[in-house]
Nanobody, 122 residues
Framework: QVQLVESGGGLVQAGGSLRLSCAAS????????IGWFRQAPGKEREFVAR????????HYVDSVKGRFTISRDNAKNTVYLQMNSLKPEDTAVYYC???????????????WGQGTQVTVSS
């Protein structure tokens, strides 16, 4: 089993920044990549970014390219999502999850954290 715990969410004004953390424990050797997803009220869960654990290869959804940066600290088993130039439409609950693939669909991810709320005011 893999346990994931997100932190770092909060309320920020448009144009501001937040850094989310995802701490992994348990059978961490079984994960290949960790992704960040977000879900706004009334909307489906949306892929945001993904990083492979071994090589650090990254992939982003177009709407966050140039504003968000995903990174990992292998020694701490932690993945980060640095979010800059935040917009009100970035408001959502953000989740991290593990996958054995390079997919961007939520169904391809097996273990999930509990989520952390990000609210961007205009």
């Amino acid at each position: 089993q893999v346990q994931l715990v997100e932190s770092g969410g909060g309320l920020v004004q448009a144009g501001g920044s937040l850094r989310l953390s995802c701490a992994a424990s348990g059978r961490t050797f079984s994960k290949y990549a960790i992704g960040w997803f977000r879900q706004a009220p009334g909307k489906e869960r949306e892929f945001v970014a993904r990083i492979t654990w071994s090589f650090g290869d990254t992939h982003y959804v177009d709407s966050v390219k140039g504003r968000f940066t995903i990174s990992r600290d292998n020694a701490k088993n932690t993945v980060y999502l640095q979010m800059n130039s935040l917009k009100p439409e970035d408001t959502a609950v953000y989740y991290c999850a593990t996958t054995q693939t390079l997919g961007v669909a939520a169904r391809q991810y097996d273990y999930w954290g509990q989520g952390t709320q990000v609210t961007v005011s205009s």
